[in-house]
């Protein structure tokens, strides 16, 4: 029987604590070990966590003193990990019957797979849920294997894994390292792909997690600020992929060269959006940004509407721009 270890970071999330690691211990054809990480929280975690361990002996309990924020958390479990398998779940999350079994079977089975991730389930404060399927099947198979190349023309611009179904070779983990200090809001997607770079990724089409969306989570804030520094972030994503894993590439120039096209057009997007919330200045900075990243996104559809927009004015376009949804709309119908 396959072993996995879950680490469970949890700061501020003592209220939703007891149902993740539950649902990691009543996981079935594996065997588990879970690490709770109390980044010095300010809340009841230390009394629940201290719980859980005294009653599973399968459940280890370590509170920081002074917080240390959440990527060296991420990389103190990854030390402290040993199973066949890992995974890392974050405490205002939880998994789904057979979730950790799911997993460990595809990577059993196919030894080129370093990286298997599934389906999950959004679910809000309000109790509505929405399904999140990122990758999707063009079929009617369980599994999908995807080499690494395939993965990486997928994730990349955008984050397609969502981190709660993402379970792992624990010897690969340690191989590829863990989490950047200098990538605090996109150290998933560099992780992701280093683990591509270096093996072929498992997609289950079953849900596998479910991802609690409320007012206190981590991303939130960060997702409030302007667009700036997500482009920023995602740009040095780029530069470390391609310096620490450029080499194992089969064709790193493309690669490289679609990542940059891909990131800019992006960030056209994002001064799109800023230009329709009235935010000239940041508009062009965005702009400029995206033509250093990539001067041929000036050929792109997204390039010309935007100087559509800045032709007529922020004025002239909010009176046309109901008659261009309603155009859109029925592109779409």
């Known amino acids: 029987m396959s072993s996995v270890d879950v680490v469970v970071p949890c700061y501020r999330y003592g209220h939703f604590l007891r149902e993740c690691v539950q649902s990691v211990l009543t996981q079935s054809s594996v065997q588990v070990r879970v690490l709770i990480l109390d980044d010095a929280s300010p809340d009841n975690t230390e009394e629940v966590a201290v719980a859980l361990a005294r009653e599973d002996p ?49 990577l059993d089975t196919h030894q080129d797979v370093g990286l298997v991730i599934g389906h999950a389930t959004e679910l809000r404060s309000d109790g509505e849920t929405t399904a999140i399927r990122d990758v999707g099947f063009k079929d009617e198979s369980p599994e999908m294997i995807l080499k690494g190349d395939q993965f990486i023309d997928l994730c990349f611009p955008r984050n397609v894994v969502v981190t709660a179904t993402a379970v792992v070779r624990t010897a690969l983990q340690k191989r590829v390292g863990g989490y950047r200090a200098d990538l605090p809001h996109a150290g998933d997607l560099e992780m992701w792909l280093r683990f591509a770079a270096n093996a072929s990724v498992g997609v289950l089409s079953s849900f596998q997690a479910v991802c609690r969306r409320h007012g206190s989570n981590m991303s939130d804030a960060y997702f409030q600020q302007c667009w700036l520094p997500d482009i920023q972030q995602r740009m040095l994503v780029i530069d470390r992929f391609m310096g620490t894993c450029g080499h194992l590439l089969g064709d790193a120039d493309r690669v490289h060269r679609r990542m940059l096209r891909d990131l800019s057009e992006v960030a056209v997007g994002f001064a799109s959006q800023a230009f329709n919330k009235g935010d000239i200045d940041l508009s062009k900075r965005i702009e400029g940004m995206a033509l250093e990243i990539f001067a041929g996104v000036k050929m792109t559809p997204s390039w010309w509407k935007l100087a559509c927009k800045r032709t007529v004015g922020l004025k002239g376009w909010r009176l046309v721009q109901p008659a261009v949804r309603k155009v859109q709309s029925f592109s779409k119908a």
């Open 58 to 106: 399968r459940v280890t309990f370590v509170r920081h003193e002074v917080n240390r924020g959440h990527i060296a958390t991420y990389n103190e479990g990854i030390d402290w990990a040993s199973a066949d398998y890992f995974l890392l779940l974050s405490a205002d999350d939880y998994l789904l019957p057979g979730a950790l079994g799911r997993a460990a079977d595809l």
